[in-house]
C-alpha cells in the first residue's frame, strides 16, 4: 500500500521560513517515472499547484512562488522536503504533498497538513 | 499560465439525477492531460479521472470524463449520496504550473 504523510509546524510567524516533509510509504523516489508534488488550499479555496520533484532530480515550480520555493529530495530517507521563505498569513492554507509520476495526475495524496501563518 | 474555468459554481440536484460539470481552458491542454478530483470536506482530493477520459483505480464507472483541447466535461450518470461534494479540475500538460479550476459544489437540492 502506497502512502504519503505530510509533516511540519502548524503555526508560524510572517516573514519565516517554512519547512514540510512528505514521507512517502510503499514507494520509491529512486524509482523511474516518480514524482511528488505539493499542493496547496486555503481555507474554503480552491487548490493550488506548488512545486514538483521527479526521480531523476528534475524539479519544476509554480512561476508566481518560484522566488519563495525550494524543493528537494532525501532517496534514503524516502522524504521530499518542501521550503517556503518570507511567510505571510495569506499562506494560511492545508498542504498536500501527492504523487504523480510521467503522464499521470495527481493519484495519491497525503493527507495534509494545516499551516497558520500568525504572530 | 493555463486558467481553467469551471462550471456552474454550484448544482443542485437529489440523488438518482446526471449531473454534467464544465471545465473551460484558455488554451489547449497539451496530450488532454486533464483531471478531475472529488473532495470532501476535511478530506484530500481523490482522483477520479486522468487524461480526461480515463477513470482511475476503483472509481465507479458512472463517472466519466469527456472533451478535448479547451472543453472538458465530467459527468456523474446517476449522482449517489456520497458523490455530493466539491469537484476540481485540474490540467497537467505542458509547462507548469499544473493549475486547478476553481471547483463545482455539488450539493443536494
Known amino acids: 500500500q502506497i502512502t504519503l504523510k505530510e509533516s511540519g509546524p502548524t503555526l508560524v510567524k510572517p516573514t519565516q521560513t517554512l519547512t514540510l516533509t512528505c514521507t512517502l510509504s510503499g514507494l520509491s523516489l529512486s524509482t523511474s517515472g516518480v514524482g511528488v508534488a505539493w499542493i496547496r488550499q486555503p481555507p474554503g479555496k480552491a487548490l493550488e499547484w506548488l512545486a514538483l520533484i521527479y526521480w531523476d532530480d528534475d524539479k519544476r515550480y509554480s512561476p508566481s512562488l518560484r522566488s519563495r520555493l525550494t524543493i528537494t529530495k532525501d532517496t534514503s530517507r524516502n522524504q521530499v522536503v518542501l521550503t517556503m521563505t518570507n511567510m505571510d498569513p495569506v499562506d494560511t492554507a492545508t498542504y498536500y504533498c501527492?504523487?504523480?509520476?510521467?503522464?499521470?495526475?495527481?493519484?495519491?495524496w497525503g493527507q495534509g497538513t494545516m499551516v497558520t501563518v500568525s504572530s | 499560465e493555463i486558467v481553467l474555468t469551471q462550471s456552474p459554481g454550484t448544482l443542485s440536484l437529489s440523488p438518482g439525477e446526471r449531473a454534467t460539470l464544465s471545465c473551460r481552458a484558455t488554451q489547449s491542454v497539451s496530450s488532454n492531460y486533464l483531471a478531475w478530483y472529488q473532495q470532501k470536506p476535511g478530506q484530500a482530493p481523490r482522483l477520479l479521472i486522468y487524461g480526461a477520459s480515463n477513470r482511475a483505480t476503483g472509481i465507479p464507472d458512472r463517472f466519466s470524463g469527456s472533451g478535448s483541447g479547451t472543453d472538458f466535461t465530467l459527468t456523474i450518470s446517476r449522482l449517489e449520496p456520497e458523490d455530493f461534494a466539491m469537484y476540481y479540475c485540474?490540467?497537467?500538460?505542458?509547462?507548469?504550473?499544473?493549475?486547478f479550476g476553481q471547483g463545482t459544489k455539488v450539493e443536494i437540492k
Open positions: 501527492a504523487r504523480k509520476r510521467l503522464g499521470y495526475a495527481s493519484d495519491i
Open positions: 485540474q490540467q497537467y500538460g505542458s509547462s507548469p504550473p499544473w493549475t
